[in-house]
C-alpha cells in the first residue's frame, strides 16, 4: 500500500475537524437566545404603508351643512398610512351588536397624513346605516377602527392624460376636494377642471376653501353648476357636454366622476359623445338609486344546510339588510368595484346601481350585494 504523506498544516486541520463537533455546541450555547430572523424590513414597511386596520380618535366635528360632517380622525397612538387623492378608507362600527362598515373618501390633503390626520365627509342618507350612525352618535374623543386607505379613484400620469376633468355630484366632492389640494401641495403634477353639480347654491361644499385654491394655482379650475336655481352667479341646469365644451378646449383629458346614482344616468349618454376609450373614464358611486317607498322583501340566506329569513327595504342594499340581520360578509369598497362581497343569487329579482361584475359572474347569477337592492322576494347564498 502506497503511504501518504500528510504535511502539517494537513495535520493540523484534521485536528481542528477532529474538534469540529466541541467547537459547534460552544458556538451554539454562546449564541444569544432571541430569534436572528424577525420579519423581513420591506415586509414590515409594506404592513406600514397598506395596513389592514387603523385605530383613530375623533379630534374635532366639523358642521358643513345641515346634513353633513366632516370627522377630523387623528392616528391612535399609531402613524396613520399615507394615501393618494381620491382613496377611501372603511369605517367600521358596532350597530346592535354587529360590526359594519362603510367606504368613505378622504377629503383632506394626501399631505396631512403625514402630520397623522385624516378627514372624511359623511352626508344623511335614508338608507345609510353606517352614515347616520356616524352624523347622530359619534362625538370628539371616540376611537373609531377605520381600514388602511384604497381604491383607484387616483391620478395616474402613465394612464390618465394630465389634464383631469373632474365631475362631482353633492358629496361626491370630497375626492376632488382632496386632488385640488393635492395639487397646490405639490404632490400631483395635473390640472384640474371641476364641475360640481348642485341642487340649489346653499348645498356647496367646502366653497371658500375651493376659491382659496383657485386663488392660489391656475392648476385648478371650478365650474359650479345650479340644477334648481336660475338666479345665481353660477351656471345653471345639468351638467352636459355643451358646457363642459365651454370651459375645457383640449379632447386630451380624463374624466373623473363621482356623484350620486341619478347623476350617471344623464351624464353616461352626454360622455359617450366624447368617444373617448374607457380608460379615460374613472367612476366613483357616492350614493345610492334612490327609490320612493318603503316595499319590504323578504331575504331567505342559505349558509350550508341553514337558512336564516328577514325583510328588506327595497330602497336599501342587500349588504345593509344583511347588516341588520347581524349577517357580516367580506366587503371593502362598497362601490361594486372590488368584489369582495360577490354573492350567489339562487333566486329573486334584483336591481344594481352600478355593475362591475365579471362575466362569469354574471352568467352564473353571482352579485355585488353592496350595490344591489331587493325587487322580489330573494334566496342568496353565502359561504
Ligand atoms: S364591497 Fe366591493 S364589490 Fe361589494
Not at 359594519?100 to 396631512?112: D, E, G, L, Q
Not at 346601481?353 to 352568467?363: F, G, H
Request: proline share 3%; aromatic share 10%; glycine share 6%.
Amino acid at each position: 500500500m502506497k503511504k501518504v504523506k500528510v504535511s502539517f498544516s494537513g495535520l493540523n486541520d484534521m485536528l481542528k475537524f477532529k474538534n469540529m463537533g466541541k467547537r459547534r455546541e460552544e458556538a451554539i450555547n454562546d449564541c444569544s437566545n432571541e430569534n436572528f430572523y424577525k420579519e423581513a424590513n420591506t415586509n414590515k414597511i409594506s404592513k406600514e404603508l397598506h395596513p389592514k386596520f387603523q385605530h383613530v380618535v375623533v379630534e374635532d366635528i366639523i358642521n358643513e351643512k345641515w346634513d353633513c360632517k366632516t370627522f377630523v380622525l387623528k392616528g391612535d397612538n399609531c402613524q396613520l398610512a399615507p394615501f393618494k387623492a381620491g382613496q377611501f378608507v372603511n369605517v367600521y362600527v358596532e350597530i346592535d351588536g354587529v360590526m359594519v362598515s362603510r367606504a368613505y373618501s378622504i377629503s383632506s390633503s394626501p399631505k396631512m397624513a403625514l402630520e397623522n390626520e385624516y378627514r372624511i365627509t359623511v352626508k344623511a342618507i335614508r338608507e345609510g346605516l353606517v352614515s347616520n350612525y356616524l352624523l347622530g352618535t359619534l362625538d370628539i374623543g371616540e376611537k373609531l377602527l377605520i381600514s388602511g386607505p384604497s381604491g383607484n379613484f387616483t391620478y395616474n400620469p402613465l394612464r390618465d392624460e394630465q389634464h383631469i376633468v373632474g365631475i362631482a355630484g353633492g358629496v361626491g366632492i370630497t375626492p376632488f376636494y382632496s386632488l385640488a389640494q393635492a395639487i397646490i401641495d405639490g404632490d400631483e403634477d395635473c390640472l384640474l377642471t371641476l364641475f360640481y353639480g348642485v341642487n340649489k347654491e346653499d348645498d356647496i361644499l367646502f366653497l371658500e376653501q375651493f376659491d382659496d385654491i383657485v386663488s392660489k394655482t391656475n392648476k385648478v379650475k371650478v365650474v359650479y353648476v345650479v340644477r334648481d336655481d336660475e338666479d345665481t352667479k353660477y351656471e345653471y341646469g345639468l351638467i352636459n357636454k355643451k358646457l363642459i365644451d365651454k370651459y375645457v378646449v383640449s379632447n386630451r383629458v380624463s374624466f373623473y366622476i363621482c356623484g350620486p346614482y341619478k347623476m350617471y344616468t344623464h351624464l353616461n349618454e352626454e360622455l359617450q359623445k366624447y368617444n373617448l376609450p374607457n380608460k379615460f373614464f374613472r367612476y366613483e358611486r357616492v350614493a345610492s338609486k334612490s327609490i320612493a317607498n318603503g316595499k319590504k322583501f323578504t331575504i331567505t340566506v342559505k349558509k350550508g344546510n341553514d337558512y336564516v329569513k328577514f325583510k328588506a327595504y327595497e330602497y336599501e342594499t342587500i349588504m345593509t339588510a344583511l347588516y341588520r340581520a347581524k349577517i357580516v360578509i367580506p366587503s371593502n369598497c362598497h362601490s361594486g368595484t372590488c368584489g369582495l362581497c360577490r354573492t350567489k343569487l339562487l333566486s329573486g329579482e334584483v336591481i344594481m346601481d352600478s355593475d362591475y361584475r365579471r362575466k362569469a359572474d354574471v352568467k352564473y347569477n353571482y352579485i355585488h350585494p353592496c350595490v344591489t337592492k331587493p325587487k322580489s322576494d330573494l334566496v342568496i347564498e353565502i359561504n
